[in-house]
């Protein structure tokens, strides 16, 4: 059920973060590594494997920051109204 007596929230311009510009500059930095380890068969041991757990870690840490900052923005709207 959808409470429409609370105004909607403009997330457009609030939802630029740096744990989301971080993670995004790191998944660019893992495409990369991935691409210099498959000129690299040698590395494929523990070096991809670090890189994706390093990006899903901080993938998952960024989504909880994003969740915590929607539902602050959501409870300060809340309160002005």
Same mark, same amino acid.
């Given at each position: #059920?959808?409470? =429409? &007596? /609370? *105004?909607?929230?403009?997330? =457009?311009?609030? %939802?630029? &973060?740096? *744990? $989301?510009?971080? $993670?995004? !500059?790191? +998944?660019? /930095?893992? @495409?990369? %590594?991935?691409?210099?380890?498959? %000129?690299? *068969? +040698?590395?494929? $041991?523990?070096?991809? *494997? ?7 870690? !901080?993938?998952?840490? &960024?989504? !909880?920051?994003?969740?915590?900052? @929607?539902?602050? %923005? #959501? =409870?300060?709207? =809340?309160?002005?109204?």
């Amino acid at each position: #059920m959808i409470d =429409r &007596s /609370t *105004p909607p929230v403009n997330l =457009r311009n609030r %939802l630029r &973060s740096r *744990p $989301g510009k971080a $993670g995004t !500059f790191l +998944q660019a /930095t893992a @495409v990369i %590594l991935i691409l210099v380890a498959a %000129l690299n *068969p +040698q590395w494929n $041991g523990i070096y991809l *494997p670090t890189v994706y757990v390093i990006v899903a870690a !901080f993938a998952i840490l &960024s989504g !909880f920051h994003y969740i915590y900052w @929607v539902a602050k %923005l #959501m =409870r300060e709207a =809340r309160l002005n109204r």
